[in-house]
């Protein structure tokens, strides 16, 4: 997923590959709760860069979020930090007008996803306690 000018361009695939082009079209708006949750929870989170396991097979991630006072590059190959539940959580709360969901990883899986968030704008966050 990329976040491109009000919108999450989502790119599914099967066996690794991610299509080219976006699967689905998701337009965001800016005040929507769900969302400046998701952008609150991504502002708190104190995550590694890398999440590994000696396991060769399974799920592969990445994650980079920059907008104003986040910048988060993470990847995992079938470890993930301990909130990475509550991340897909929101996530989905996000995507679900579109009867898609991330489901939660699990060592066997074959899967691999990327959610990449690059904001031009500078968010004003609220500040509230994320449920």
């Given at each position: 997923?990329?976040?491109?000018?009000?919108?999450?361009?989502?790119?599914?695939g099967?066996?690794?590959?991610?299509?080219?082009?976006?699967?689905?079209?998701?337009?965001?708006?800016?005040?929507?709760?769900?969302?400046?949750?998701?952008?609150?929870?991504?502002?708190?989170?104190?995550?590694?860069?890398?999440?590994?396991?000696?396991?060769?097979?399974?799920?592969?991630?990445?994650?980079?979020?920059?907008?104003?006072?986040?910048?988060?590059?993470?990847?995992?190959?079938?470890?993930?930090?301990?909130?990475?539940?509550?991340?897909?959580?929101?996530?989905?709360?996000?995507?679900?007008?579109?009867?898609?969901?991330?489901?939660?990883?699990?060592?066997?899986?074959?899967?691999?996803?990327?959610?990449?968030?690059?904001?031009?704008?500078?968010?004003?966050?609220?500040?509230?306690?994320?449920e």
């Amino acid at each position: 997923m990329t976040y491109d000018n009000n919108r999450l361009l989502c790119y599914f695939g099967r066996y690794g590959l991610l299509s080219t082009k976006p699967t689905h079209i998701i337009p965001i708006d800016d005040n929507d709760e769900n969302w400046l949750k998701l952008l609150s929870f991504l502002k708190s989170i104190k995550w590694e860069s890398t999440y590994d396991t000696l396991i060769c097979d399974g799920t592969q991630w990445t994650l980079d979020a920059e907008f104003k006072e986040v910048n988060i590059h993470c990847y995992g190959s079938n470890a993930y930090p301990p909130d990475f539940d509550f991340f897909l959580m929101h996530l989905n709360k996000v995507i679900e007008c579109t009867g898609i969901s991330i489901g939660s990883p699990s060592i066997n899986d074959k899967q691999l996803f990327k959610i990449d968030f690059r904001w031009k704008k500078h968010y004003q966050l609220p500040d509230f306690i994320l449920e």
